[in-house]
């Protein structure tokens, strides 16, 4: 570990991952780094840097699925607070990369300000969000992007405003490394009449969501004009099995990991999925879900 030198309290070697995401499988990483604030950061990639060690940003978990061999390099988690501060500045909602995407939903909400409700019961943390520029009832998160602050691959930040950045269906140009923080320019609106908009808006998105209880991901982007859900239905696949993982039966475009699944379980249940819909509809799905 003398590559890691002073940072023993912050970087371990071969941690599993399986805790560390939603779906709860999956192999080590080679390293695994928990820095505690923005300086930590910046030494742990330069580090990794300098010894050409390939470098992976975890947030929450939510969209990951790790192999079962596990992922060499370093893998960086911001889990830390001081990744997750969330402020309110006029029009504005200044966040953390680490913040939680609901929280910050739900602060603008409370602070009457409008435009980022349409993504309640999206999982995930801010930065994973502009980054794959998510969306839901038409909206998506790009459109209120102001400004990002980034941490490039050579452990330099950055900043960028919103012309700068391109934002397409599903996708962004930010590929740095590290979303630091990400300012929102949103419109005033009654809280009160938000509020109740929010509270429709959950219901809708939780009822055609996988019970809270169930280790489970999205797994496809939706094509433009349908479901993929639909699609994957249409295609008799709802409930499909294969070992552990399980198509789930509220909404066709998540897979459930059910006790003893493994990651290559949910790898040829994804390949059956993409296979059966291509050669049924004529469809091609494209991933949503990062595989590592």
Not at 2 to 16: A, D, F, N
Not at 24 to 43: C, K, M, T
Not at 141 to 151: D, K, S
Not at 189 to 211: G, S, T
């Amino acid at each position: 570990m003398s590559r890691w030198k002073g940072l023993e309290r912050i970087v371990r070697e071969q941690e599993p991952l399986a805790m560390h995401t939603w779906l709860g499988v999956g192999g080590a990483a080679e390293y695994y780094a928990q820095p505690r604030n923005q300086d930590e950061l910046i030494d742990i990639v330069q580090r990794a840097n300098q010894e050409n060690i390939p470098v992976r940003v975890l947030g929450n978990g939510c969209n990951v699925l790790i192999r079962d061999e596990g992922v060499p390099g370093l893998v960086i988690h911001l889990d830390h607070p001081a990744f997750a501060d969330i402020r309110v500045v006029e029009n504005s909602v200044i966040a953390g990369g680490g913040a939680s995407l609901p929280k910050v939903v739900t602060t603008s909400v409370h602070e009457g300000l409008a435009g980022l409700e349409v993504l309640t019961a999206i999982p995930g943390t801010v930065g994973g969000a502009v980054r794959g520029n998510v969306g839901a009832h038409g909206g998506d998160i790009g459109q209120w992007v102001a400004e990002v602050t980034l941490l490039t691959h050579a452990g330099e930040i950055v900043v960028r405003p919103r012309n700068e950045i391109v934002f397409g269906y599903r996708r962004s140009s930010l590929d740095d490394l590290v979303i630091l923080q990400v300012r929102f320019e949103l419109q005033p609106e009654d809280p009160r009449e938000l509020a109740r908009r929010l509270q429709k808006l959950w219901i809708v998105r939780r009822a055609a969501q996988p019970l809270g209880h169930q280790a489970s991901v999205r797994v496809f982007r939706d094509p433009r004009g349908t479901a993929a859900s639909e699609l994957i239905e249409a295609a008799g696949l709802k409930g499909t099995r294969i070992g552990g993982a399980v198509v789930s039966d509220r909404n066709a475009n998540f897979i459930v990991a059910e006790a003893g699944c493994t990651t290559a379980d949910i790898l040829r249940l994804i390949d059956l999925i993409r296979t059966q819909v291509s050669n049924r509809l004529g469809v091609n799905l494209e991933l949503e879900l990062e595989i590592w």
